[in-house]
């Protein structure tokens, strides 16, 4: 899908920043008016084409904000108001795609609108007719093309320009708020103030859980003892060490005292041992006469 205009010719008002697309953009129909007409056609009032709101279309598949200013001041810049069976991608379309006609543009009630006219002409028009009487058929796919610029505070693309192509009958589109057969249609995003309020609701609803949360964790949580009940456990501790000590003083002093008798019977008993080196040899082989003094070998 190229990124310029189908019609090239067509004057736009370019800005810095700007970047052009074709898009291709799905609408769905809301609380519209079938009125069928002669020669088998049929008229649908106040189709909503293009809504304000960040949509994501299916030829350059990227999200684009449409401010409402834009979609006012552009709402009448229709280059072609065929309405189409298909869209035109694939094989180039012939005229039995032509099935519808769209008149009257304006901006209104917050987005681009206008009637859709099914003339019934042909046979995929008057198959047309017959699918939106049965509601089967929900949505529109505006193709437009148009200015795009990056919106630094926003921090998204938004549409600066339109020219509007023409459109096509889709089974589901893109822009929500936009459709035709209500009652068929699946239900509309909710508005932004919903959505915040509902954000609003959950936060507090998480902050309630998580507060209570807390409060059972603090009720399973054995409570801390009372800091006196800890001192006596500590004095009691260090009384039992005492103890201890004490213990093993006395035995450390029964062992000096041990050693020292034992060091005290070592010095006598050596004492004895040299008494008898100096007495009498024992077994010399030699007699003493004592009452004479003299002395004879045995």
């Not at 090239?8 to 008016?33: C, Y």
């Not at 030829?59 to 979609?71: E, H, S, V």
């Not at 998204?156 to 009652?183: D, M, P």
């Not at 450390?252 to 008798?261: C, D, F, G, N, T």
Request: aromatic share 4%; proline share 6%.
């Amino acid at each position: 899908m190229p990124d310029t205009p189908i019609n090239p010719e067509t004057p736009r008002q370019d800005g810095a920043g700007t970047k052009p697309h074709i898009r291709a953009l799905a609408v769905e129909f809301t609380k519209n008016s079938l009125i069928e007409q002669d020669g088998g056609g049929l008229l649908i009032t106040g189709v909503p084409m293009l809504a304000e709101g960040t949509w994501t279309d299916s030829a350059i598949g990227t999200p684009l904000f449409y401010p409402a200013d834009t979609l006012r001041e552009y709402a009448e810049n229709w280059i072609d108001t065929t309405g189409w069976s298909r869209h035109f991608g694939g094989s180039p379309r012939d005229a039995t795609d032509k099935v519808a006609e769209l008149t009257n543009p304006r901006y209104e009630d917050g987005a681009v609108r206008g009637d859709i006219l099914v003339h019934g002409a042909t046979q995929k028009s008057r198959d047309l007719v017959e699918l939106l009487k049965r509601k089967l058929i929900a949505f529109v796919s505006v193709e437009h093309g148009g200015d795009e610029r990056y919106n630094a505070e926003t921090r998204q693309q938004e549409a600066s320009s339109l020219e509007f192509l023409g459109f096509a009958f889709v089974h589901r589109g893109a822009c929500k708020l936009c459709r035709i057969n209500e009652e068929r249609a699946p239900e509309p995003e909710q508005p932004p103030e919903e959505v915040e309020t509902m954000t609003d609701e959950l936060i507090d609803r998480v902050a309630e859980l998580e507060k209570k949360l807390g409060a059972m964790e603090a009720a399973a949580k054995p409570p801390e003892e009372d800091p006196a009940v800890e001192l006596e456990k500590e004095l009691a501790a260090m009384k039992e060490q005492i103890k201890e000590l004490a213990k093993a003083k006395e035995e450390a002093k029964a062992l000096s005292e041990r050693i020292k008798a034992l060091e005290s019977d070592g010095e006598a008993r050596t004492g004895q041992a040299q008494s008898r080196e100096l007495g009498e040899p024992i077994n010399s082989g030699l007699e003493i006469d004592r009452k004479t003094g003299t002395i004879r070998r045995g």
